[in-house]
């Protein structure tokens, strides 16, 4: 399923062209309480059976919307926590050396690199067709487009066998970074350059595991201004997400609604203000954001 959330805070499952409402139901059911949140959502859903089925009846019946009639928001707007997996794909680490100046050091240990996992702002976090805003402070600032997944159970040292099981769903993450002044020669700054209001996009919607059979098997594409910008392969991480999972609970515990963003692809662009972006995940959707000057 896809579930989404939109307009007034209503969460709903896409259907083709169509929103069904499913937070009515839930609350008709007494599995959500008036004034839910999407984080309440996700763990009724991922752990409730009776919810997912819920979800389920109500995807078939009647009083759809016309998806595009509806405002989608980010599927989440207040995670616990928002992993960000660092410089995890090769062509990127590579890209970043041309870029940046950056040292592309060799990978000894993947929990070393995975220790680099870094916390992004929920303030920071936009929806679909929302706007990012280009601080005045900084000279050159990036997209960079992810594999997002959504955990769904209570995860703390779990094995890379058992990590998936652990995963709601998944989505998409724009990691919007600043490069400039902060991104080179410095230490430490990841958490500012990544944390700008609306450096954190998410959507279009979450679709739940059981749709993707396998997360390091789907492609990205990125276009800027409509000419193809990033083309990508999630199969070419250097640390999967079952990785992930393993390293980050065997240090602390996972929780329904934390998210965590598996690292850019190469092909990181420079935004302009009036740039238009689209993304897209194989399996899981489209979104596109704007881009614009601060004032």
């Known amino acids: 399923m896809k579930i989404c959330h939109y307009n007034n805070s209503q969460v709903g499952v896409v259907v083709g062209d169509q929103v069904y409402n499913i937070g009515d ?35 078939q019946g009647g009083g759809a919307m016309a998806l595009g009639s509806v405002k ?26 041309d870029r940046m100046g950056s040292a592309n050091k060799a990978i000894v240990n993947k929990d070393d690199l995975m220790a680099e996992f870094f916390l992004k702002t929920t303030s920071s976090i936009i929806g679909p067709g929302d706007t990012i805003i280009l601080p005045k402070i900084s000279k050159l600032v990036d997209f960079e487009c992810e594999l997002c997944a959504v955990i769904g159970k209570r995860a703390r040292k779990v094995s890379e066998a058992q990590s998936l099981d652990h995963v709601f769903g998944y989505m998409m993450c724009w990691d919007i970074s600043q490069r400039d002044p902060w991104g080179k020669g410095m230490h430490n700054t990841r958490n500012i350059r990544k944390g700008f209001d609306t450096f954190s996009a998410l959507g279009p919607w979450i679709v739940t595991r059981d749709e993707i059979d396998e997360p390091q098997n789907l492609s990205i594409t990125v276009l800027q201004n409509g000419k193809e910008a990033m083309t990508a392969h999630t199969s070419d991480m250097i640390c999967g997400l079952r990785e992930h999972i393993r390293f980050l609970s065997s240090c602390l515990t996972l929780r329904p609604g934390d998210l965590i963003t598996t690292g850019t692809p190469a092909g990181v662009s420079k935004l302009h203000d009036g740039d238009r972006l689209h993304g897209t995940i194989e399996k899981i959707g489209s979104m596109e954001l704007f881009v614009k000057d601060e004032e």
């Open 25 to 59: 139901a839930l609350i008709k059911a007494g599995l959500a309480r008036q004034g839910y949140t999407m984080l309440e959502i996700i763990d009724a859903l991922a752990n409730n059976p009776a919810a997912m089925q819920i979800a389920r009846d109500a995807a």
């Open 72 to 97: 989608l928001r980010a599927p989440i707007t207040n995670p616990g926590s928002l992993w960000a997996a660092a410089a995890n794909y090769y062509a990127h680490r590579a890209e970043m050396v």
